[in-house]
């Protein structure tokens, strides 16, 4: 990593953060079904969706809040059937991860909005699994899975869908939570990611998105998760923010999705820079890009035009991101190597 980033003009910033080497770590597949696909599935699996046209749809992603949003990304994902479908939904986001220099996607899904409508947990396992491979051998994308609970449903269910899984444990290495915060408490599934956790599943969790500081100790004491998603709550406790600084936990951190479910008023707002600069392991993701207005570059690009960030900024990031994924340490190093190489060509 160099000791100093080497300055960069302010015209030429936009152009390196789309061609940096990066790592994307929140990313709900379910949430890249764009409306044109939403459609042509819906088509193909004879499943009535209750809007007109791809623009009714659009029109649709009006969000007041994460529940506002979550009722229309159920209704989806009720689109998806076959393996096939789970395929194609994953192969379209790695292509669109790929044009935006993702070197590596850590990719959410949720078997649970699946199981509940008669999908079997292999058919969804298994689409989402052979498009990270392809992603692999064919766009040099290193892509891999992890399975989240839905915090709004029982304890019982996420054991259930535990269960589910194993028999595909080695194409799941861990596991997340994440749906509806207020009032669904980190501590209602402490059993579950016990048992993930003595299974040897690496966790992480949704935590201080809408939910207070108090979300984010519990995730990280109760839990013990490994990473937490959003965390932009966390400002309002200096000791937790201490704690996440110190034990370099990363932030998955979600900028468009953070202003379209009115988290930050303005994307000028959001705190982003501050969490870097207290020196949290701060990273850029997209969350749902399909209903968010924008993948990866996109979200990099619009929050360094609102929040006046630099090049070290934008460094730091993507070094988080590797620093923050699951990926083996000769991996990391690797693509550590590759983003001094691009940054030493725009400087
Ligand atoms: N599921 C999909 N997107 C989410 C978000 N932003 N917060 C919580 N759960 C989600
Ligand atoms: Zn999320």
């Given at each position: 990593m160099p000791h100093a980033v080497p300055p960069v003009a302010a015209d030429r910033l936009p152009a390196l953060?789309?061609?940096?080497?990066?790592?994307?770590?929140?990313?709900?597949?379910?949430?890249?079904?764009?409306?044109?696909?939403?459609?042509?599935?819906?088509?193909?699996?004879?499943?009535?969706?209750?809007?007109?046209?791809?623009?009714?749809?659009?029109?649709?992603?009006?969000?007041?809040?994460?529940?506002?949003?979550?009722?229309?990304?159920?209704?989806?994902?009720?689109?998806?059937?076959?393996?096939?479908?789970?395929?194609?939904?994953?192969?379209?986001?790695?292509?669109?991860?790929?044009a935006d220099n993702v070197l590596r996607t850590e990719l959410f899904f949720d078997p649970q909005t699946h199981t509940a409508r008669g999908v079997a947990m292999e058919t969804v396992v298994k689409g989402l699994h052979r498009a990270c491979r392809d992603a692999r051998t064919q766009l040099g994308v290193d892509a891999e899975l992890i399975l989240c609970f839905l915090r709004h449903l029982s304890e019982a269910e996420a054991f259930e869908t535990l269960e589910q899984a194993l028999p595909n444990r080695d194409k799941i290495i861990r596991v997340g939570l994440h749906t509806s915060e207020q009032g669904h408490t980190p501590e209602k599934f402490a059993r579950v990611f016990a048992r993930c956790r003595q299974l040897g599943l690496h966790l992480v969790a949704h935590a201080g998105e809408e939910g207070p500081p108090a979300y984010v100790w519990a995730a990280l004491d109760v839990l013990k998760v490994e990473r937490i998603d959003h965390g932009v709550q966390s400002v309002k406790d200096p000791a937790l923010m201490k704690r996440l600084a110190q034990d370099r936990i990363p932030l998955t951190v979600c900028p468009l999705s953070n202003l379209k479910l009115c988290v930050f008023p303005r994307l000028a707002d959001h705190n982003l820079r501050q969490l870097l600069d207290a020196g949290l392991v701060a990273t850029v993701n997209s969350d749902d890009p399909a209903y968010f207005g924008g993948y990866l570059n996109e979200n990099f690009l619009q929050t360094f035009a609102a929040t006046g960030m630099d090049a070290g900024h934008a460094y730091r990031l993507a070094a988080n991101s590797f620093e923050g994924s699951f990926a083996e340490a000769t991996a990391k190093k690797r693509y550590l190597e590759q983003l001094d190489a691009v940054f030493a060509a725009h400087s």
């Open positions: 953060l789309a061609a940096m080497p990066k790592a994307e770590l929140h990313i709900h597949i379910e949430g890249s079904l764009e409306p044109e696909l939403i459609f042509s599935l819906a088509q193909r699996n004879g499943v009535a969706i209750p809007y007109a046209s791809v623009e009714d749809l659009r029109q649709a992603y009006a969000f007041t809040n994460l529940q506002s949003f979550l009722d229309i990304y159920y209704a989806g994902a009720s689109v998806l059937l076959k393996e096939q479908d789970f395929h194609d939904m994953a192969w379209a986001y790695l292509l669109r991860a790929k």
